[in-house]
């Protein structure tokens, strides 16, 4: 059974880093892009960025370009999204997914909070 | 970029109702266009890919339809389970967009 598991919530204060994970279960973790997705509280979906995990190629959204890190761990079959210094516009859902031919799986999402 | 724009952004609707949802796409995305549903708190769930191709699983009630720039969603016959916000994706040389999503109510 394919599934991608994520790390639970955080609560952060305004400036401080973090990093959030993705893994991945039951298919060859190198074989697919994983993307991550941001939702704002009562928002749309908005695309960050892929990686494929075979050669860390990593494309990212304008919108997200120097904001956000993406990477992966191929050997523990995991990606993650980081920050270096978090905004309080940061608060929201964050989910990863697989692509194949097209987006088939998804996490159940990390809610991340900043706030002072 | 390519963006996506549905129509409408809210839909009020009773249950046994036919619902068609519409995607429209700045430039021609041939049929890298798929369709999700996501309710309050969950993530989204894969409804139809390449445009008209029914998910495993999903009911049939559910169809997609279109290529190039205008593609539909079609709802044959709403039942409770499908009051939910519904997107369009587009999948475009290793990026994805996705439409401002479309809000289906009960009527």
């Known amino acids: 059974e394919v599934q991608l598991v994520q790390s639970g919530a955080e609560v952060k204060k305004p400036g401080e880093s973090l990093k959030i994970s993705c893994k991945g279960s039951?298919?060859?973790?190198?074989?697919?892009?994983i993307g991550w997705v941001r939702q704002m509280p009562g928002k749309g979906l908005e695309w960050m960025g892929i990686?494929?995990?075979?050669?860390?190629?990593?494309r990212y959204s304008p919108s997200f370009q120097g904001q956000v890190t993406i990477s992966a761990d191929k050997s523990i079959s995991t990606a993650y999204l980081q920050w270096s210094s978090l905004k309080a516009s940061d608060t929201a859902m964050y989910y990863c997914?697989?692509?194949?031919?097209?987006?088939?799986?998804w996490g159940q999402g990390t809610l991340v909070t900043v706030s002072s | 970029d390519i963006q996506l724009t549905q129509s409408p952004s809210f839909l009020s609707a009773s249950v046994g109702d036919r619902v068609t949802i519409t995607c429209r796409a700045s430039q021609g995305i041939s049929s890298y266009l798929a369709w999700y549903q996501q309710k309050p708190g969950k993530a989204p769930k894969l409804l139809i890919y390449a445009a008209s191709t029914l998910q495993s699983g999903v009911p049939s009630r559910f169809s997609g339809s279109g290529s190039g720039t205008e593609f539909t969603l079609t709802i044959s016959s709403l039942q409770p389970e499908d009051f939910a916000t519904y997107y369009c994706q587009q999948l475009n040389s290793y990026s994805w967009g996705f439409g401002q999503g479309t809000k289906v109510e009960i009527k």
């Open positions: 990686i494929y995990p075979g050669d860390s190629d990593t």
């Open positions: 997914a697989r692509q194949g031919g097209t987006v088939d799986y």
């Open positions: 039951g298919y060859s973790f190198t074989s697919y892009w």
